[in-house]
């Protein structure tokens, strides 16, 4: 089966918080998109066109048939709505794209804050500290061959996204500029620079050495890379099932930003990660 590749652009049009770590009061928010959220939200999307949103196996089930025909980039953001602006390239990251919103729990008997209860959510801003709109942009690999009913609108579906958390208080509200009939078949570029091709069925990245990776890599297991280094981390976040809610195993990865110490060419799997 073929893959297609499409250049993801979104405009961001509300605070985004993607969880991260909780350090004192605060909860930090990562500064990108994994592509497992991207996953998460286009199934949500699908789902809820087609059901009432209610049943956790249609969830599941629709999951399963986006993991089968596509690949998921992380997202990252620019300013240009081209560019990605790499932490580790500008010291200013954080200072441009991130803000944060302090809230607390009210006691109504006391007529005052609960204890305890106050905390404050880091988030990425819609609008960077110079006052420019902020964009995410990424990369999607489709096969576009006999794809389910379902999920044959997929286009639309990304119209109407809505990634992160607190999305019931309106954040993670995505614009999408993608522009859809610019489409690579076969080898082609990514917005990260690396050179991709379709090899037994997957999407195969060739990343050069010393460069950096834009998306979490396997460090340990099976599948694990060699030849990279920086930053390991444990990669973890709750899943749907029939039962409800459960926490995914935890994946040991190096973080995004680590470099690569040789030539080295790695599987995107369904969640973005990379692997051997």
């Known amino acids: 089966m073929t893959w297609t590749h499409y250049r993801l652009v979104f405009r961001l049009k509300s605070p985004l918080h993607i969880g991260y770590r909780k350090v004192g009061n605060l909860m930090q928010t990562r500064r990108y998109v994994p592509g497992k959220n991207l996953w998460a939200a286009l199934t949500e999307r699908i789902t809820r066109d087609h059901h009432d949103g209610s049943q956790g196996s249609e969830y599941q089930r629709i999951g399963e048939q986006v993991q089968q025909h ?79 009913n379902e999920i044959a609108n997929w286009q639309r579906a990304f119209q109407n996204l809505q990634i992160g958390g607190e999305r019931t208080y309106g954040w993670g509200r995505l614009q999408c500029y993608t522009d859809w009939q610019t489409k690579q078949k076969g080898q082609g570029t990514t917005v990260a620079g690396y050179k991709w091709q379709a090899q037994n069925d997957n999407v195969v990245l060739t990343i050069k050495a010393g460069k950096k990776i834009t998306a979490h890599a396997r460090a340990a297991g099976q599948s694990a890379l060699s030849g990279i280094t920086g930053t390991v981390e444990p990669l973890v976040g709750w899943e749907r099932t029939e039962q409800g809610w459960k926490l995914s195993q935890a994946l040991v990865c190096y973080a995004p930003g680590a470099q690569t110490n040789q030539d080295i060419s790695v599987q995107v799997d369904w969640n973005g990660v990379l692997k051997l």
């Open 70 to 148: 596509f690949r998921f980039g992380y997202l990252w953001p620019s300013l240009d709505d081209q560019t990605p602006y790499w932490p580790w390239e500008h010291p200013d990251f954080d200072y441009r794209f991130l803000a944060s919103y302090v809230s607390t729990a009210l006691n109504y008997d006391q007529r005052a804050a609960e204890e305890g209860s106050l905390h404050e959510t880091e988030y990425i801003a819609p609008v960077a500290r110079n006052d420019q709109p902020v964009y995410l942009v990424g990369d999607l690999w489709v096969r576009e061959e006999n794809l389910p």
